[in-house]
Every structure is written in C-alpha cells, then in structure tokens.
C-alpha cells in the first residue's frame, strides 16, 4: 500500500540548472511579451481617444512596431519550450519518434540552429552597441533611442538560445525530442 504513494520513476533525466534557468527565464520571456501586448493595446485605445478627442496623436504606430516585434522575439523561448513552435518535419516525420536517426537528426537540426541563433545574437549585440555609443535614435517625432528596442530583441534571441541549448543537452542526454511518441 505504502509503495502507490511513491512517485513514478520516468525515463527522462531530470530537469538540470541549465533546463530550468531556461525554463524560467522563457517564463519571464512570456509574461513580458503579454505585457506589452496589454501595453501596445492601452497606448493603441489612447491613440484613437486622443485623435477624435483632441486631434493630437501619441504616436501609436512606432511603438506597436516595436511592441510587435517585441513580443515575437520575448515569446520565442517559451514558444519552443512549450512545443508551439512551426517545425518543418519532412525528414524527422520518416523516422521512428525516438529511433536513433531521428535523435541524430535533431542533434544535428539543433547543433545548426544553435550556431545561427548566436550569429543573429553576435549582429545584434553589435548593434545595440552601435546604436548607443553613437546615440542613433528613430527617425519619428518621438526620437526613441534605437538601442532600446533592439536590446529588448537581443534579450529574446538570448532566452531562445538557451532554451534550445537546454534542449539540445536534454536529447544528447537521451531525453525527450520535441513530438518525440507523440507524433
């Protein structure tokens, strides 16, 4: 009797610093990209009380270019986590869900994923630097300083990396593929 109280033993390893310092900052990642789409809709309401109010503006457009960006590049991490992600399957869809060729295929999809996700980081990175040494800002009323939101694009490519370095570590480590028995 005792022993139906035990927690079931799985075959996943479990969840190590990396998996869920990733796990969380996705998290982080998520409830930012929902409040600025809270915030985009509030400054977009604004907007349209201000024009047939008072024929001003608050300069709605810049901000939800911004916003929208913002929260495709916050959610990406937590996207992937969560298995919501498109993922062209045309190879890994022939192989058995957790074969060995599939494995591979992902380490490999994974392995090159990670090295294009870090070029995208290395550009951006530098330029954010660029931007705010030389104090370039937007070409708008406004003037937003263009560091700003492309720091904000860096952090969510930074989140998605580390979520899929997590992952990749978590199939090298004989853990479960994303769709793995489930497709």
Not at 4 to 20: E, G
Not at 95 to 119: K, N
Not at 130 to 151: D, K
Request: one cysteine or more; glycine letters at 10%.
């Amino acid at each position: 009797m005792l022993g139906a109280w035990r927690t079931p033993v799985t075959s996943a390893p479990p969840p190590n610093l990396l998996d869920r310092t990733a796990a969380m900052l996705s998290r982080l990642g998520a409830y930012a990209a929902a409040a600025v789409c809270l915030a985009m809709a509030a400054l977009i309401l604004l907007d349209v009380l201000l024009r047939n109010v008072f024929a001003a503006s608050a300069d709605a457009i810049e901000f939800a270019g911004y916003g929208i960006a913002a929260m495709i590049f916050l959610g990406m991490g937590h996207a992937f986590e969560r298995g919501s992600m498109i993922r062209v399957t045309l190879l890994s869809g022939l192989a058995a869900p957790d074969g060995a060729p599939r494995r591979a295929l992902e380490i490999a999809v994974g392995t090159a994923t990670l090295g294009v996700v870090g070029l995208a980081i290395w550009c951006f990175w530098l330029s954010v630097r660029r931007n705010y040494l030389r104090g370039y800002r937007s070409e708008s009323m406004v003037e937003v300083p263009l560091w700003i939101p492309e720091a904000v694009l860096l952090v969510g490519l930074v989140i998605f990396w580390l979520q899929l370095l997590a992952y990749l570590l978590r199939v090298l480590r004989g853990g479960e593929m994303v769709g793995g028995g489930s497709e």
